[in-house]
């Protein structure tokens, strides 16, 4: 049995859940009734009966709980509805989970016992790719973009996450508070992961089960939500950034495409300048400029060494043993009181 100190708010967002409401809240009730919880409950602007289901049994379902009920006089998108309920929160830890029953309420209950267990956890994720729990997919292409999404996530910033695009996470509530969450509807997940991220903090995932819905039982994600998927990625990794993250960025990419303009590795101008520039936006997030300088004077004396196949080992070569040079130097210039000039150029 848990302490009453481990308390817990629960945010539900949901939008025209007639059909499951009931049965959804019955379930997470049920679940989660021998805890200390907050259940804030968000409708996003409903238009059919859900929200006159709710009222109607909302003291059912709580008794003697805590609860927040908001209403959006029209629908703002999962995220604003996120976020007004962060308004509320008082718990040490927030669980979000959709109420349209594809996530089962008893594996949010397991993440909270495994959340509570490790102080180390600051968030904890739901994923539908590991374990051996029960799924059921309806659409292949939302199966193929969530896990082409998961794996751009990771490439751009350096985690190994399993499922970017979950609808079930624990986050400790200090935390959650820190962030400042932007964009708009089914960008809340990308939002939250690039964020925490960012703060080098570790995301840890808890195999959970799926039961996908179809369109016609309510499935709301469309075409477009998956297009703006990669415009929020691209801007949470690119663009969402403090000036000193963004001057050594374009620093890195514009040095890299300098040199790729100027040196001739055997494998054509256009390609070089195509990749140093990949590797120069990388290369941005973790260097600064000190860093970034020492890493092309050892690329371009690469380059002088031998012609064409011959010149492309030789600043692969150079271009490792400057990243190894360069992390060495950072660890020298470790200041542990930093001005505005130590953390441009450190």
């Given at each position: 049995?848990?302490?009453?100190?481990?308390?817990?708010?629960?945010?539900?967002?949901?939008?025209?859940?007639?059909?499951?409401?009931?049965?959804?809240?019955?379930?997470?009730?049920?679940?989660?009734?021998?805890?200390?919880?907050?259940?804030?409950?968000?409708?996003?602007?409903?238009?059919?009966?859900?929200?006159?289901?709710?009222?109607?049994?909302?003291?059912?379902?709580?008794?003697?709980?805590?609860?927040?009920?908001?209403?959006?006089?029209?629908?703002?998108?999962?995220?604003?509805?996120?976020?007004?309920?962060?308004?509320?929160?008082?718990?040490?830890?927030?669980?979000?989970?959709?109420?349209?029953?594809?996530?089962?309420?008893?594996?949010?209950?397991?993440?909270?016992?495994?959340?509570?267990?490790?102080?180390?956890?600051?968030?904890?994720?739901?994923?539908?790719?590991?374990?051996?729990?029960?799924?059921?997919?309806?659409?292949?292409?939302?199966?193929?973009?969530?896990?082409?999404?998961?794996?751009?996530?990771?490439?751009?910033?350096?985690?190994?996450?399993?499922?970017?695009?979950?609808?079930?996470?624990?986050?400790?509530?200090?935390?959650?508070?820190?962030?400042?969450?932007?964009?708009?509807?089914?960008?809340?997940?990308?939002?939250?992961?690039?964020?925490?991220?960012?703060?080098?903090?570790?995301?840890?995932?808890?195999?959970?089960?799926?039961?996908?819905?179809?369109?016609?039982?309510?499935?709301?994600?469309?075409?477009?939500?998956?297009?703006?998927?990669?415009?929020?990625?691209?801007?949470?990794?690119?663009?969402?950034?403090?000036?000193?993250?963004?001057?050594?960025?374009?620093?890195?990419?514009?040095?890299?495409?300098?040199?790729?303009?100027?040196?001739?590795?055997?494998?054509?101008?256009?390609?070089?300048?195509?990749?140093?520039?990949?590797?120069?936006?990388?290369?941005?997030?973790?260097?600064?400029?000190?860093?970034?300088?020492?890493?092309?004077?050892?690329?371009?004396?690469?380059?002088?060494?031998?012609?064409?196949?011959?010149?492309?080992?030789s600043v692969s070569f150079f271009f490792i043993i400057s990243i190894i040079f360069s992390n060495s130097i950072k660890k020298i210039f470790n200041f542990k009181k930093q001005n505005l000039f130590?953390?441009?150029f450190f």
């Amino acid at each position: 049995m848990l302490q009453k100190n481990n308390k817990l708010s629960i945010i539900v967002p949901f939008y025209n859940e007639a059909r499951v409401i009931d049965s959804f809240l019955k379930k997470l009730t049920s679940a989660f009734n021998d805890l200390d919880c907050q259940y804030i409950l968000i409708d996003d602007g409903s238009n059919d009966d859900t929200n006159k289901i709710v009222k109607k049994k909302i003291k059912e379902y709580f008794k003697n709980t805590k609860y927040k009920f908001h209403k959006f006089n029209f629908n703002k998108g999962k995220a604003q509805a996120i976020k007004k309920g962060i308004e509320y929160v008082n718990g040490e830890y927030t669980l979000f989970i959709d109420s349209d029953l594809e996530y089962n309420v008893f594996d949010a209950l397991e993440l909270y016992y495994i959340a509570i267990k490790d102080n180390s956890i600051q968030i904890i994720q739901g994923s539908r790719y590991l374990g051996g729990k029960v799924q059921s997919r309806k659409y292949f292409f939302n199966d193929v973009a969530v896990r082409f999404n998961t794996f751009l996530f990771n490439l751009l910033f350096s985690q190994s996450i399993t499922d970017l695009h979950t609808g079930t996470k624990i986050i400790k509530s200090n935390l959650l508070k820190k962030l400042n969450l932007s964009f708009p509807r089914f960008g809340l997940e990308i939002d939250i992961c690039s964020q925490v991220a960012k703060m080098d903090i570790t995301i840890f995932e808890y195999g959970i089960g799926y039961i996908e819905r179809s369109k016609e039982d309510g499935k709301k994600i469309t075409l477009i939500d998956g297009l703006l998927s990669y415009y929020y990625l691209l801007s949470s990794r690119f663009i969402k950034n403090d000036i000193i993250t963004n001057t050594a960025i374009l620093y890195s990419l514009s040095g890299m495409v300098l040199i790729a303009s100027i040196i001739d590795i055997g494998i054509g101008k256009i390609t070089t300048v195509f990749f140093f520039a990949l590797i120069g936006l990388i290369m941005g997030f973790k260097q600064k400029i000190f860093s970034l300088s020492l890493i092309f004077l050892f690329i371009y004396i690469g380059s002088l060494i031998g012609k064409e196949i011959i010149s492309f080992f030789s600043v692969s070569f150079f271009f490792i043993i400057s990243i190894i040079f360069s992390n060495s130097i950072k660890k020298i210039f470790n200041f542990k009181k930093q001005n505005l000039f130590t953390k441009i150029f450190f």
